[in-house]
């Protein structure tokens, strides 16, 4: 069982930056790929950035080039740095644990963070 939490989250003026941080307890982290997803209300969850167990990284065209994902393996940590926020970017922001598992694929989920970018 993985435990998932977020934090970092709140209110940033438009231009203003932002860091997520996640920790997901329980097992091996270094085993676990880690992405952050949004939600909007009324809209679906999307994917925002996301990292493999090698550090390999993905990001969603509305974000590249001003939002990096990382991660700190002896932390169990994985971290969204968000620069040039726009209105945009104002959703909940979830992280979520992906570890592979004999027959498939178990997903861990947090609680999510809220992130509001607004003057």
């Known amino acids: 069982q993985v435990q998932v939490v977020e934090s970092g989250g709140g209110l940033v003026q438009p231009g203003g930056s932002l860091r997520l941080s996640c920790v997901a307890s329980?097992?091996?982290?270094?085993?676990?790929?880690m992405g952050w997803y949004r939600q909007v209300p009324g809209k679906q969850l999307v994917l925002v950035a996301h990292?493999?167990?090698?550090?390999?990284?993905n990001y969603a065209d509305s974000v590249r080039g001003r939002f990096t994902i990382s991660r700190d393996n002896p932390k169990n940590t994985v971290y969204l740095q968000m620069n040039s926020l726009k209105p945009e970017d104002t959703a909940v922001y979830y992280c979520?644990?992906?570890?592979?598992?004999?027959?498939?694929?178990?997903?861990?989920w947090g609680q999510g963070t809220q992130v509001t970018v607004s003057s």
């Open positions: 329980g097992g091996i982290f270094s085993r676990n790929a």
């Open positions: 979520r644990a992906d570890r592979v598992v004999v027959g498939g694929l178990d997903v861990y």
């Open positions: 990292i493999t167990t090698g550090g390999s990284t």
